[in-house]
């Protein structure tokens, strides 16, 4: 999976699993999973429909596919944030950055897994939701020393709210431009897990 900066992670890699999965991802995003074919994935990476198969058993393993690439990609992140500072105020916002840029970046396919994870098998939902655990952990430690009025369990909940308010932009429609959109979610999100840390004003 890619572990360069999130405005990378839907770029078409060497791989070609990789480059099913990234076409997948746009495709599915623009058009709606319902309404992409397996010819229309090949065709986008300049392949036949049928040459897919030999990387996917199916659509529907294309599309967790999508999913995983997305979650390791943020745990990936979130764990190089984590090592590269002791300041928690520091790493926070870069976990703040970090989601944001993937849901202002992404949107259409956070719109996608919002709509289609709860239709994963079992095993394949249980997996990612470990995953995304683990995420959060990366949350825990800067928040709790930013917010020592939290406890672990209410540290967690305000990881979790912080993080559905960052994704809110995939299930409305704003006339804001990225930028403004990205500078109010990020002043919403610092202002609900700081406790007397300013955000840096932004110009």
Known sequence: MSEGPPGRLLEIPNNRSEQVVAAAARLFGTRGYHQVGIDDIGLEIGISGPA?????????????????????????EAQRIRAGTSDPATALDALIDLHLTLVV?????????????PNLPAADRARLRREMRR????WIPPV?????????PRARAA??????????????????EPDALTTLLSDMARAALRDGHRPARRS
Do not use: C, N
């Open 52 to 76: 897919v198969y030999k990387h996917f058993r199916s659509k529907h393993s294309i599309l967790v596919g999508i999913f995983d690439r997305v979650v390791e990609h943020l745990l990936t």
């Open 105 to 117: 970046d992404h949107r259409a396919v956070v719109v996608v897994y919002d709509q289609e994870a």
């Open 135 to 138: 995420y959060v952990d990366e």
């Open 144 to 152: 709790a020393a930013l917010r020592p009025d939290l406890d672990e």
């Open 159 to 176: 990881v979790h709210a912080v993080i559905r308010m960052a994704q809110s932009p995939a299930i409305f429609h704003t006339s804001l």
